[in-house]
């Protein structure tokens, strides 16, 4: 089984930097995709961003394309979530979660691995 833990949230002001971790865990394949979704109070999850294990493909929220930068350095079992330009809209609870397999997927009801959550929130 694989675990998932996020770290690197936190408080920053809108336009600063912030860059999430992922730590993975347990058995895990080169067919292997991990992606960041984030969740805030009253809306549904969705996705932000997916990384193939290889690092080989990416793919991103229109709202974040441009912004975020999705990562991972697999000797140390970590996906990153670099996070520039910060909106308020970005306020919400980021969570990586992981699924076997290489295709697109953007719902979270694909990803059987879910990491505890990290919160971020982004001051006006």
């Known amino acids: 089984q694989v675990q998932l833990v996020e770290s690197g949230g936190g408080l920053v002001q809108a336009g600063g930097s912030l860059r999430l971790s992922c730590a993975a865990s347990g058995r895990t394949f080169s067919s292997y995709t991990v992606a960041w979704f984030r969740q805030a109070p009253g809306k549904e999850r969705e996705f932000v961003a997916a990384?193939?294990?290889?690092?080989?493909?990416?793919y991103y929220a229109d709202s974040v394309k441009g912004r975020f930068t999705i990562s991972s350095d697999n000797s140390k079992n970590t996906v990153y979530l670099q996070m520039s330009s910060l909106k308020p809209e970005d306020t919400a609870v980021y969570y990586c979660?992981?699924?076997?397999?290489?295709?697109?997927?953007?719902?979270?009801?694909?990803?059987?691995?879910w990491g505890q959550g990290t919160q971020v929130t982004v001051s006006s």
């Open positions: 990384i193939t294990w290889s690092g080989s493909n990416t």
């Open positions: 979660a992981g699924r076997y397999g290489t295709s697109f997927a953007a719902s979270g009801r694909q990803y059987a691995h």
